[in-house]
């Protein structure tokens, strides 16, 4: 047992030595669709990209203004939250957000600063809710990069819309598919583990809850009632508690910022903690 920790200890310094950058690179552009895939989907690193958009007119578009008259009559689900943090641990709970159906004008009278609402407001559905809530906006993009999809040899699973407050904060996780996240304006910060720091992630098991706003404006905490416990990571990256978990001590994260224009490459099974700039509008 003793062997197996100290070859698990090791392995995140080899991995590094072996493949892995000490920072996330940037590309001038796309690659082709087999370049990308031997340099970076099959190594399993990721990567921002330049220019992997430019053309695309959402760029220029979508501001405020234009949203409103596009699709602000449309209505959107929307997460809502006391803190900003939504699907993490909160105490001996993983809470999720309270979905809410709103206007998209409403949620930028919030974001611009023309209503006051208690909760931190982020839209962050994940299931393909530009094509499905907001199809409007779809001629201003491309619904998949065609030299990814290529690579992969199919098309998206979901393309996703996300826009919010800057104290919305997505906590440390991981996906089991590959991620492109394309910033249209604003920036994003990640905080990025690679799986071979796994040992060194904690995980614990959850109740899991969600949040409930009440008529006073204070949120609840409601169990899920029936449902089984939620493996989760009660660390935060941000401050970590080295005396709870120790062994983060060993993890080496990489920090990147994503700004307008510019695409990250999320190879699956990476761990990242997101935060955003106030009103960021970024997807897929």
């Not at 990308?36 to 990721?46: A, Q, T």
């Not at 007119?57 to 939250?81: C, D, F, H």
């Amino acid at each position: 047992m003793d062997a197996v920790k100290e070859c698990l200890r090791n392995f995140p310094k080899e991995a590094r030595e072996l493949y892995l950058n000490d920072t996330v690179p940037y590309l001038d552009g796309p690659l082709s669709p087999l370049q990308f895939y031997r340099d970076w989907i099959g190594p399993n690193k990721p990567c921002i990209i330049h220019n992997a958009f430019s053309d695309w007119p959402a760029l220029s578009k979508w501001n405020p203004t234009y949203l409103r008259e596009k699709v602000g009559s449309k209505v959107i689900s929307v997460a809502v939250t006391p803190n900003g943090y939504a699907d993490a641990v909160n105490g001996d709970r993983f809470v999720m957000p309270e979905e809410r159906q709103t206007t998209f004008s409403s949620l930028l009278d919030i974001i611009e600063g023309k209503v006051k609402c208690s909760g931190v407001f982020y839209v962050q559905k994940q299931c393909s809710n530009l094509t499905e809530e907001l199809p409007e906006l779809t001629g201003d993009v491309q619904t998949h990069i065609p030299w990814m999809s290529e690579a992969l040899g199919k098309q998206p699973d979901a393309v996703n819309f996300w826009l919010g407050e800057e104290s919305a904060v997505t906590s440390m996780h991981k996906d089991h598919y590959e991620n492109l996240y394309c910033v249209i304006s604003g920036q994003k910060e990640f905080i990025l583990l690679p799986p071979t720091d796994r040992p060194f992630i904690p995980y614990e098991l959850y109740q899991p809850a969600t949040y409930r706003q009440k008529e006073d404006g204070n949120f609840e905490i409601v169990d899920e009632e029936d449902s089984t416990k939620v493996p989760w990571i009660p660390l935060d990256p941000l401050n970590p508690d080295y005396d709870r978990y120790p062994s983060y001590r060993l993890a080496k994260p990489l920090l990147c910022t994503v700004k307008a224009g510019e695409m990250l490459y999320l190879p699956s099974l990476w761990f990242h903690h997101v935060r955003q700039s106030h009103g960021c509008i970024a997807g897929w």
